[in-house]
């Protein structure tokens, strides 16, 4: 299996990104698709995640109403769009599967597959 996340950089407060996470290696119509993050000295964080079946998405409190998530079955992708960014965005953001099961969690150890990361750096 291998998720390769992508679309992060440096953007300026209240700017946005979209960030895509491509899966391959297994079909993933059962499993829910996690976005996580983790500042520097801080715990990974849950950001959001949406079931590959029915489209259902989950997002954190601490980013609703800026961050949304979304699919293309087709292309095994899962999006972040990141709106109204701030500097307490910070972070390297993950995504992750969780595998045959479309029960949508929020703890890093209910995910079973993990990409590389990438950098989002929100400017002041």
């Known amino acids: 299996v291998r998720l390769q996340a992508f679309g992060g950089g440096l953007v300026q407060a209240g700017g946005f990104l979209r960030l895509s996470c491509a899966g391959s290696g297994r079909p993933f119509s059962r499993d829910v698709m996690g976005w996580f993050r983790q500042a520097p000295g801080k715990e990974r964080e849950f950001v959001g995640a949406i079931s590959w079946s029915v489209g259902t998405t989950s997002i954190s409190n601490s980013v609703k109403g800026r961050f949304t998530i979304s699919r293309d079955n087709a292309k095994n992708t899962v999006y972040l769009q990141m709106n109204g960014l701030k500097p307490e965005d910070t972070a390297v953001y993950y995504c992750?599967?969780?595998?045959?099961?479309?029960?949508?969690?929020?703890?890093?150890?209910?995910?079973?597959?993990w990409g590389q990361g990438t950098q989002v750096t929100v400017s002041s």
């Open positions: 992750a599967v969780r595998a045959d099961n479309d029960v949508i969690r929020s703890t890093a150890r209910g995910y079973n597959y």
